[in-house]
């Protein structure tokens, strides 16, 4: 039996205990907050053996194997560093950390105590993602990626977290460097993570506040951010994050020479695109009427799903513990390569260093000169990195 | 009011937390109108103040009001709201929060900060908890049977799939279990719906329009409704009348209408739409499978409707402001009639949801 722990007791926790109790062979031994009230009602909730306010006692009495780390980003890293140095396997939730070098520090842990741990990119194992996997690795773009399109948006207006966010100033997000977008963003440049082969690619972003933002009176927060991902004149990727835009989409696109992929996490569906086209008025009937059976097969596929009550809201984060656990009981291969957690941090470092570059240089974007020169990107990230280690060694 | 009634003076400083929310400006309006002068208002940093602005420039000579701008999460700001204060208005909650980690950080988090700074300062005369009637059970009752005071609240809260209900139920236990080791004097005030201007949807207890068309669940049951100027000055008499600690008060006014009569009404005075009714024995069914299947899936679909659920909110009670009258003294001013006629008349002008 697996002897789980969670550390951090709010709203996602309770997503993690959800899943945890779904899963056969392991149990949850102990719960951890700073604060005893919110430790406490995780236990009574989800019968759990115990609770505790001390991260220290935590891990010396419970003693889990695993720890899932549910606590705001900014102590992602000094957490999960005690849990490895104290002997336990890490399941950290999104984003991983708050910097790439504390991903590398994590990771570096891990593999000298021999010890496993991964980022909670959960909406990478839901139901339509794993089908678009096992299409892509049965080589069904015909080459590797050609091109990728991942969006990633959040409605600002219909979420209690946003009321809370935007409402306190205090709030643990406004300290996050990448604030919003960092909280946030980390699913959609995993996705596109997965696929790139280099481990820097040129990133170039450009983001701002939006302007309904603006006439609430924020401007520290952005909220629209776009994003240019490319490697070695091969393949390109762009990201788009957005509160505005409708539909809010969570949806990711990839073309390779032969064929594409759009995978829409919201309506769990995925639709294959031919790359061959039917000769003369055919390419005006046919396709329409294969996409449209496409979408019922999707539909039926969902149907199914839920009839046998496999298609929970979280069944992405279900199937990652599960994998994470049978790697750690198993011995085998993790379900999130170190590589792409790694290259997912980079990017995101890469991105909020230009955004704060542009927000501290306070004027009019240089668009063409900033993408027409990749080197710069990569040299703001770099005096960002070593500005925020300062900052944290202060 | 008189104040030898009262366990404060006029001049004893009073502190509301809620204070620029729908019930919360009520009340201080209607404490500056029974003579109390010395006021502290906790808002958010976020809350709009227009409501306590208007009080302000309104207040009697004298009276002081003063706006505390602070998060109730911070035991720093806990402590200086409630120094030099006799009397405790605690309405302030987590409302809206689907979440049940979030309901209960913003209902129970926040009380025991207050609690715990009070209790520093050794000057609290009362803590006036205002909870709701979403904490009772009245599952093990038989139809129409009375639902007062007396009557169990839920033991295990969040079996309900209401946040909201867990967040309040474990509010007021922890207001009752610091009462019992520090000796803190606490009242707690259970409104029933509150309504008036300033709000516009139709209660959970009337129907629901989740699933696209209204559903009329409540048939010929009473709402218990309270109307906003009525269920503020309970709650002030909660704080201020003597002999009443430990005693829970729930406020509900007189010649309540049935949720049919309430809708019949609505639809009549505010907006056409179309509506559903299910009858008991259907709505009891549905909530029944709801959670069979909610069990059996693990959650694929949340248990918000269960059989806890239809008890508390759709099962034929009635409802009893005794308690209010004899020991408060209370009675409503604003007639039922005279408060759905505001209040259709608000939901008219704010083009209301139903």
């Known amino acids: ?394 | 009011m008189e104040f030898d009634d009262f366990i404060i003076g006029r001049d004893d400083l009073i502190l509301i937390t809620g204070a620029t929310g729908f019930i919360g400006s009520k009340l201080v309006q209607g404490l500056l109108k029974s003579g109390f002068r010395n006021l502290r208002c906790f808002a958010r940093p976020s809350s709009k103040l227009e409501r306590i602005e208007a009080l302000c420039d309104r207040r009697p000579a004298g009276a002081h009001v003063e706006v505390f701008r602070g998060n109730l999460l911070s035991r720093e700001d806990c402590l200086a709201a409630t120094k030099h204060v006799a009397l405790i208005f605690h309405l302030a909650a987590g409302r809206g929060e689907k979440s049940f980690p979030d309901a209960f950080l913003n209902s129970v988090v926040t009380t025991r900060n207050l609690l715990e700074a009070s209790l520093r300062h050794g000057c609290l005369r009362r803590f006036v908890n205002v909870s709701s009637f979403a904490v009772y059970t009245n599952r093990k009752k038989l139809r129409w049977r009375l639902l007062d005071e007396s009557c169990p609240v839920e033991n295990d809260p969040w079996l309900r799939g209401d946040a909201y209900c867990y967040a309040k139920a474990k509010q007021d236990e922890i207001v009752v279990e610091y009462s019992k080791r520090t000796g803190i004097p606490y009242v707690i005030v259970r409104p029933g719906y509150v309504f008036g201007p300033g709000k516009t949807n139709i209660t959970g207890r009337v129907g629901i329009s989740t699933f696209g068309i209204f559903l009329h669940l409540g048939g010929s049951n009473p709402v218990p409704l309270t109307y906003v100027d009525n269920c503020a000055e309970a709650i002030a008499l909660a704080g201020l009348k003597k002999n009443v600690d430990s005693e829970v008060f729930n406020v509900v006014d007189d010649a309540l209408p049935t949720s049919r009569q309430f809708l019949g009404l609505y639809k009549q005075h505010v907006k056409r739409f179309k509506s559903l009714y299910l009858p008991h024995f259907v709505s009891y069914a549905l909530c029944y499978l709801w959670e069979r299947y909610s069990d059996w899936s693990a959650g694929q679909l949340p248990p918000v409707f269960n059989r806890n659920h239809w008890h508390a909110y759709w099962k034929k009670t009635r409802y009893s402001n005794e308690r209010l009258r004899t020991r408060l003294g209370w009675k409503p001013k604003v007639p039922m009639a005279e408060g759905l006629r505001r209040y259709f008349e608000a939901c008219r002008d704010a083009q209301p949801y139903a």
């Open chain 1, 1 to 394: 039996m697996l002897k789980v722990g969670i550390v951090g007791c709010g709203k996602v926790a309770d997503e993690h205990a959800s899943q945890i109790q779904r899963i056969k062979g392991c149990e949850i031994v102990g719960v951890c907050d700073r604060e005893p009230l919110m430790a406490r009602q995780l236990y009574e909730r989800f019968a759990v053996k115990r609770y505790f306010s001390d991260l220290m006692e935590f891990l010396g009495q419970a003693k889990p194997d695993v720890v899932h780390i549910t606590t705001p980003p900014q102590s992602h890293f000094d957490i999960a560093k005690r849990c490895l140095e104290l002997g336990c396997h890490v399941y950290v939730e999104k984003p991983f950390t708050l910097y790439g070098e504390e991903a590398e520090r994590l990771i570096a842990l891990a593999n000298e105590r021999r010890l496993k741990i991964t980022a909670g990119h959960d909406d990478q194992f839901r139901p339509a993602a794993r089908r678009m996997r096992a299409l892509v690795e049965s080589g069904f773009l015909g080459t590797g990626p050609v091109h990728m399109d991942s969006y990633y948006c959040y409605e600002l207006g219909q979420s209690d977290y946003a009321g809370a966010l935007l409402g306190d100033k205090g709030h643990w997000v406004h300290r996050l460097p990448g604030k919003l977008l960092q909280n946030i963003i980390s699913h959609g440049i995993a996705r596109i993570a997965e696929f790139l082969v280099t481990d820097s690619p040129h990133i170039i972003a450009d983001g701002f506040t939006s302007p309904r933002l603006r006439d609430m009176g924020e401007t520290e927060i952005i909220d629209e951010l776009r994003v240019i991902i490319s490697e070695e004149e091969r393949t390109t990727a762009y990201f788009t994050f957005s509160t505005q835009m409708r539909p809010s989409l969570h949806e990711f696109r990839i073309y390779g020479a032969k064929n594409g992929l759009i995978l829409d996490q919201d309506q769990e569906t995925l639709i294959k695109l031919r790359g061959d086209r039917f000769k003369s008025y055919v390419e005006k009937f046919l396709p329409p009427a294969i996409l449209a059976a496409q979408y019922l097969g999707n539909l039926k596929t969902n149907m199914r799903n839920f009839i046998r009550s496999d298609f929970h809201m979280k069944a992405g984060m279900k199937y990652l513990v599960e994998s994470f656990y049978r790697s750690i009981v198993e011995n085998t291969s993790l379900p999130i390569p170190y590589r792409e957690i790694l290259l997912t941090a980079r990017i995101m470092d890469a991105i909020f260093g230009q955004l704060d570059a542009q927000r501290l240089a306070r004027r009019p974007i240089l668009r063409v000169g900033r993408a027409a020169n990749p080197v710069e990107a990569t040299s703001v990230a770099s005096r960002f990195r070593a500005s925020a280690s300062r900052s944290r060694a202060l």
